[in-house]
């Protein structure tokens, strides 16, 4: 079985992430391939971005809340 050609929408100029799928180029695997054109991207995969969220609404590691 012969590995599929991912092309990627190249990052806009000066940014690290590609526009198709978020992924910084450099974690993308080597065979992989750029455009700049979006009709020829046939990456498919969206990743969303992992926010911070404060699930202990302010409450400090130590047990105390700010009033």
Partial sequence: MSARL???EMPPPGGAFTSCCLTQTGELPLLNVF???PGLVTCTVRHTAQLAVDT???ESPFG???P
Wanted: aromatic fraction near 8%.
């Fill in 6 to 8: 991912v092309v990627h």
């Fill in 35 to 37: 455009t700049r054109d």
């Fill in 56 to 58: 202990d609404r302010g």
């Fill in 64 to 66: 105390w809340s700010t």
